[in-house]
């Protein structure tokens, strides 16, 4: 049994281009609360393929890189959401084994490691929450939460995760994706090194009680994991993959919840052996709990960097609906005139589009 180990991408450099994009602070211009907005989705739209392939630029605006330093430079880990504009969900086994220093840090708004772009944003890591009942990853609990040190600003690269709670029906959701930037093989039988341009994959939602039969992992999965990927293998997330989101396509809207955070594995891409996720649905309160977002009013006290106490049983949560069934989410709208701007381009095309077609008649 092998988590979805560290990768080691090295030689990030943030070197923004001259030009500067809209970007602006993830609050709401009219109180609303946004999750799993895609901008750049519209425009390339989404991988209809079931193989590893590059994800666009800004397909997947919360997905976030974690780093650390190493002898040689920086290195990319493990991955993480973003699930409001200061705090980053992730795998607690990223963080067994490391010693945390304030020269850590996280990039959003990119899809390439090894090219920053003026979307590009750098944050250093304030504090790093390990869940209390962590013990290794076959044991459950893998998850864990980042504090940055300032929040960060949204823009077409860069959105909020949606967060299901309990009720969201998790296991009828079809249409899910993962995304990372592991390796393509299991680095053990391959000597495969972590991509450096973000990759995604179709997966599907599998039965836990046949990921968790003779066969298949013979129990070893939790009332908290989910299953993802394919009986005969050949779609899975890798080592590098750590920390990053499984998502699933919501019923009735056009956005993504965050349904799984990339957890472990018996290799990689292997039949009868999917990937193991931990179900955010599952440690829903919990999160709510740690990011002190409770009725009784008050933040939560954050419990000490590796805890290992137990926190109490959390308070009742405040709902903060956004899509529907989300009570994690943030503020992260676009304001007014970004939106007439995206408007007018879009009439411009189509203007251009049907004189195009008027001309051809």
């Given at each position: 049994?092998?988590?979805?180990?560290?990768?080691?991408?090295?030689?990030?450099?943030?070197?923004?281009?001259?030009?500067?994009?809209?970007?602006?602070?993830?609050?709401?211009?009219?109180?609303?609360?946004?999750?799993?907005?895609?901008?750049?989705?519209?425009?390339?739209?989404?991988?209809?393929?079931?193989g590893g392939v590059?994800?666009?630029?800004?397909?997947?605006?919360?997905?976030?890189?974690?780093?650390?330093?190493?002898?040689?430079?920086?290195?990319?880990?493990?991955?993480?959401?973003?699930?409001?504009?200061?705090?980053?969900?992730?795998?607690?086994?990223?963080?067994?084994?490391?010693?945390?220093?304030?020269?850590?840090?996280?990039?959003?708004?990119?899809?390439?490691?090894?090219?920053?772009?003026?979307?590009?944003?750098?944050?250093?890591?304030?504090?790093?929450?390990?869940?209390?009942?962590?013990?290794?990853?076959?044991?459950?609990?893998?998850?864990?939460?980042?504090?940055?040190?300032?929040?960060?600003q949204c823009g077409?690269?860069?959105?909020?995760?949606?967060?299901?709670?309990?009720?969201?029906?998790?296991?009828?959701?079809?249409?899910?994706?993962?995304?990372?930037?592991?390796?393509?093989?299991?680095?053990?039988?391959?000597?495969?090194?972590?991509?450096?341009?973000?990759?995604?994959?179709?997966?599907?939602?599998?039965?836990?009680?046949?990921?968790?039969?003779?066969?298949?992992?013979?129990?070893?999965?939790?009332?908290?994991?989910?299953?993802?990927?394919?009986?005969?293998?050949?779609?899975?997330?890798?080592?590098?993959?750590?920390?990053?989101?499984?998502?699933?396509?919501?019923k009735r809207s056009?956005?993504?919840?965050?349904?799984?955070?990339?957890?472990?594995?018996?290799?990689?891409?292997?039949?009868?052996?999917?990937?193991?996720?931990?179900?955010?649905?599952?440690?829903?309160?919990?999160?709510?709990?740690?990011?002190?977002?409770?009725?009784?009013?008050?933040?939560?006290?954050?419990?000490?960097?590796?805890?290992?106490?137990?926190?109490?049983?959390?308070?009742?949560?405040?709902?903060?609906?956004?899509?529907?069934?989300?009570?994690?989410?943030?503020?992260?709208?676009?304001?007014?005139?970004?939106?007439?701007?995206?408007?007018?381009?879009?009439?411009?095309?189509?203007?251009?589009?049907?004189?195009?077609?008027?001309?051809?008649?």
């Open positions: 049994t092998s988590h979805r180990a560290p990768g080691h991408h090295i030689g990030i450099q943030i070197t923004p281009s001259p030009s500067e994009p809209p970007i602006f602070p993830c609050t709401p211009p009219h109180g609303t609360r946004t999750c799993g907005y895609r901008p750049m989705a519209d425009y390339y739209g989404t991988s209809r393929v079931v590059n994800a666009h630029e800004g397909a997947w605006p919360w997905m976030v890189s974690i780093n650390i330093p190493r002898p040689t430079g920086y290195a990319h880990i493990c991955g993480g959401s973003l699930i409001t504009s200061q705090w980053v969900l992730t795998a607690a086994h990223c963080f067994i084994g490391q010693n945390f220093s304030t020269e850590w840090f996280v990039l959003v708004g990119l899809t390439d490691l090894s090219v920053a772009t003026s979307e590009t944003q750098k944050r250093w890591i304030r504090q790093v929450i390990v869940h209390e009942y962590y013990y290794n990853v076959t044991s459950g609990f893998d998850i864990a939460l980042m504090e940055l040190d300032q929040p960060v077409y690269h860069v959105q909020l995760a949606c967060v299901p709670d309990a009720t969201v029906r998790v296991s009828q959701l079809s249409e899910c994706i993962v995304s990372g930037w592991g390796a393509r093989e299991a680095r053990s039988e391959s000597g495969a090194s972590s991509r450096s341009v973000l990759q995604e994959a179709r997966v599907r939602l599998m039965d836990i009680s046949l990921c968790n039969s003779s066969q298949w992992y013979q129990g070893a999965l939790q009332r908290h994991n989910l299953c993802a990927g394919y009986p005969q293998g050949g779609i899975d997330t890798c080592q590098g993959d750590s920390g990053g989101p499984l998502m699933c396509r919501d056009n956005f993504f919840w965050v349904v799984g955070v990339t957890s472990w594995g018996h290799g990689c891409a292997r039949a009868k052996k999917p990937g193991i996720y931990t179900s955010t649905q599952h440690f829903h309160d919990w999160i709510l709990y740690q990011l002190g977002m409770y009725r009784s009013g008050g933040a939560s006290a954050a419990l000490p960097r590796w805890s290992p106490q137990h926190a109490s049983p959390p308070p009742t949560q405040e709902t903060m609906l956004t899509p529907t069934g989300s009570s994690i989410s943030g503020f992260c709208s676009f304001p007014l005139r970004v939106l007439v701007e995206f408007t007018s381009r879009v009439q411009e095309l189509l203007q251009d589009l049907l004189g195009k077609m008027s001309s051809r008649v």
